[in-house]
Every structure is written in structure tokens, then in C-alpha cells.
């Protein structure tokens, strides 16, 4: 039987996988355009030529207080280039960085420390500018959207004369895309607007590639509107390397770069395979389990029911939270999906989700996490991708059919309609 050798992204290097040929139907990758784009090019490109607002140099003046929200570090937006371009911006238009402050969305993750936040932003504007964590504590409550969220939002943002949002555009399982509003709700929001915001994601609208009628975007961006956001760069990446850039009103730019991601990621399938192996795409987006839970809902959408899924994450950081972890370790999934239906829990929420695919499909999982914690968790524990794809095959049959999704936070794989 021939073999191919696949590598698949893990952590911050890559692990091998020999595939039997007979079963491999497909290897799922987004969409790569002809030639490699210059990434100071696309940048400046969106900077000048923004969607919806006028350029940000002529938006801005002297004395205005300016914040810069962008991505923690369970994101990969490239904040360190993409701050330096904003910042010339702000300089054109009069703003001194004295009049400018990063803030780091963080939603409920832990802060980034010092180190970390000079990673992320780059070393020189670390050194110019002010840089703080979100406090979800620290929030001024600026109304309720009609589906009754309380928006509370961290004071400095309330504060501040203009506002900028950073973000990376992919696929999200809920929300329908990242990035555009969703920086400020839930990235810079309070606790009780996260749980809110989030409870609606068990509304079956609420689902990845999924904008119009999503009742968690609609009700994000309602919420953010009563704050203001005035200027957004969003960015499409693929692995480390950019790939395309929009800028300008947080609704029409993002909007515009949605349909980047989809003409990128979205990809049809004839028809749900018997074994699905996937990566979350390596670091961040596989820091922990609960960042690479993104991906493992992606691929279910290419898994016939009964079916088994492999997951490659690496999780240095653990299943990455409290309840998260509590809730998966401690019920089965039609009681966690029961439970999600009856008291929304932010953590919980990620656990249901995991749950959802246990229902119909068995989880392979190969991390640096504990077997038994693994084991606890519902999903079964492989040393190597070898491994448990030979006890996936062996379990799938002689005829199992295989589709392998190297970036699977970036792919929605749908059924072609016949």
C-alpha cells in the first residue's frame, strides 16, 4: 500500500504523520492566492484606502486621548506589525504617543505579562507606549441590547475621544467570524457581558461561516455600537504569514474581510468522511484545549456520525480553564449538553461544545497533556499521530475513508448540496 507523509503544525514546530494513500480522500487547506502577497504592501493598502471612513490620519487630531485595542496572546494577530504602521498613521494626524494607549482584549483569559506584552506589541512600541491588560473588573455599564445583554465595557475605552480595534478575520464557531466589534465585546468587556453575550451561541444560528441572523454577532455588535468603535484593521493569516488586510468602519471592513475568509476557507466535500484527522494549526491556537476546541468543531463538519476524529494540539498551558476542565471531567456529554440548556456558564459553554461532538463521534487526541487527564475529559489519549490513526483506521474498517485538515481553526468543510 503506498504512504504519504503529512506534517501538521504542533505547537511552534510540526509533527509527521505516514498516511496509507488508499484511504487519504483529501487534504483540506485554505485556498492560497497565486503569488504570495507583500505583507507591508496589502497593510499600507488598507490604511490608504480604507472601507467606509475616511483615512485615519485625517480622523484624528492633537490632544485626542486614543486607544489601541488588539489581541492577548491566544490570538494570532501580529500586533508587533501591525501597530508600528497604525501608529504612523496616528503620528500624520497630530497624535503623540503620549495621547495613546494599547489595550490587550483578553475576554476572561489570564493577563499577559510583561514579557509577553513586549512580545506581542514588538519591543519599540512596548518601550513608547502605555500598555495595559483589559480588567474585566474595572467596566462602565452603557446599556442593554434588546436580547437583554448588560454592555459593560473596561473604563478606559469609555474614556477614551477615539477608539481603534486590531484583530485577525477567521472562522469562529459561534460568532460566525472573529474579529471587526468583537475586540471590545466580549475581548474588553466585563463578566456578566460575556455570559450573556455568549449564552446565546446554543441558538442553532449561532454557528461558524454564519453572519446574517447570528444572534451572538448581532447582539456583539449592537453592544459595541453603544460604546463607538471608530477605525478597525482586521487581518487574514494564514500560518505566520499574512494574507490579506481590510480597514476602516468595524462593520463594513469586516464585512469585507469575512468574504476573504470564506473565499479562503470555506471548502465543499462530496460527502463526511469515516476518520478526520486535524491540527489546530500550532501555537497559539493550540496553547490549550480550550483554544483548540475551535478546530475539532470545524472538522466535525466533515465526520459522518459514528466516525472518529483526531486531534493534534500540543496544550502546553493545560485544558486553559477552571470550569472548562470541571465541567468536562465531571459529566457526560448528553448531561453537559443538558446542562448548557439550562445555566449558561462561560467555560461550561466550551465544554457543551466538545460535548456536542462526543455525542457523535469518538475523539482521539494527541497532546503533551496527562493520559488520564485526557481520559477524564471523554477523549482517548495517542502517543503519535501513527498511532491513533492506525487504531482510527483499524476501528473505521477496511473501506474508511480520510480527510486531513492541517489548519482546521481556518477550514469549514461543507457538504456539496446535490
Not at 235 to 250: E, I, N, S
Request: charged fraction near 20%.
Amino acid at each position: 500500500m503506498g504512504m504519504s507523509e503529512l506534517e501538521l503544525p504542533y505547537g511552534h514546530g510540526v509533527v509527521q504523520v505516514r498516511v496509507p494513500d488508499a484511504h487519504l480522500k483529501g487534504v483540506l487547506l485554505p485556498r492560497q492566492n497565486s503569488e504570495p502577497a507583500d505583507e507591508a504592501v496589502l497593510l499600507r493598502a488598507a490604511l490608504a484606502q480604507p472601507i467606509g471612513t475616511a483615512r485615519l490620519r485625517e480622523m484624528v487630531r492633537s490632544g485626542q486621548q486614543v486607544d489601541i485595542v488588539t489581541s492577548d496572546l491566544t490570538r494570532p494577530c501580529p500586533s508587533e506589525r501591525l501597530l508600528p504602521l497604525v501608529l504612523d498613521e496616528l503620528a500624520a494626524g497630530g497624535v503623540r504617543d503620549e495621547e495613546v494607549m494599547v489595550v490587550l482584549a483578553r475576554g476572561l483569559h489570564r493577563p499577559m505579562t510583561a514579557g509577553e506584552v513586549e512580545t506581542a506589541v514588538g519591543a519599540e512600541v512596548y518601550r513608547r507606549l502605555r500598555i495595559v491588560n483589559h480588567d474585566p473588573a474595572d467596566c462602565v455599564r452603557l446599556g442593554v441590547t434588546s436580547a437583554g445583554t448588560p454592555v459593560e465595557i473596561f473604563r478606559p475605552l469609555v474614556e477614551a475621544d477615539f477608539r481603534i480595534c486590531l484583530g485577525n478575520l477567521e472562522l469562529h464557531y459561534f460568532a460566525g467570524y472573529s474579529g471587526g466589534a468583537k475586540a471590545v465585546l466580549p475581548g474588553c468587556a466585563s463578566r456578566a457581558t460575556l455570559n450573556a453575550n455568549h449564552a446565546l451561541m446554543v441558538r442553532p444560528e449561532a454557528r461558524a461561516g454564519r453572519l446574517a441572523g447570528n444572534p451572538v454577532r448581532a447582539d456583539l455588535e449592537e453592544g459595541a455600537a453603544m460604546l463607538g468603535v471608530d477605525f478597525v484593521l482586521n487581518v487574514v493569516m494564514d500560518g505566520h504569514r499574512l494574507a490579506g488586510a481590510v480597514a476602516g468602519d468595524v462593520t463594513a471592513a469586516h464585512r469585507r474581510g469575512c468574504e476573504l475568509v470564506a473565499a479562503r476557507g470555506i471548502v465543499e466535500i462530496e460527502r463526511p468522511a469515516d476518520v478526520v484527522l486535524v491540527s489546530a494549526g500550532g501555537h497559539p491556537k493550540d496553547l490549550n484545549l480550550y483554544q483548540a476546541q475551535k478546530a475539532l468543531d470545524n472538522a466535525a463538519y466533515a465526520l459522518r456520525d459514528g466516525g472518529v476524529l483526531i486531534l493534534a494540539a500540543e496544550c502546553p498551558e493545560g485544558l486553559g480553564n477552571a470550569t472548562f476542565e470541571a465541567w468536562l471531567t465531571g459529566a457526560t456529554p448528553d448531561e453537559l449538553l443538558a446542562r448548557i440548556q439550562q445555566e449558561f456558564v462561560l467555560g461550561g459553554h466550551k465544554a457543551a461544545a466538545v460535548a456536542a461532538v462526543l455525542r457523535r463521534a469518538a475523539v482521539y487526541l494527541v497532546s503533551a497533556l496527562p493520559d488520564e487527564l485526557v481520559r477524564r475529559c471523554g477523549l482517548t489519549p495517542f502517543a503519535n499521530l501513527d498511532a491513533a490513526l492506525a487504531a482510527a483506521l483499524d476501528e473505521s474498517g477496511p473501506g474508511a475513508s480520510l480527510l486531513v485538515l492541517p489548519q482546521g481553526g481556518s477550514i469549514l468543510p461543507q457538504i456539496t448540496a446535490h
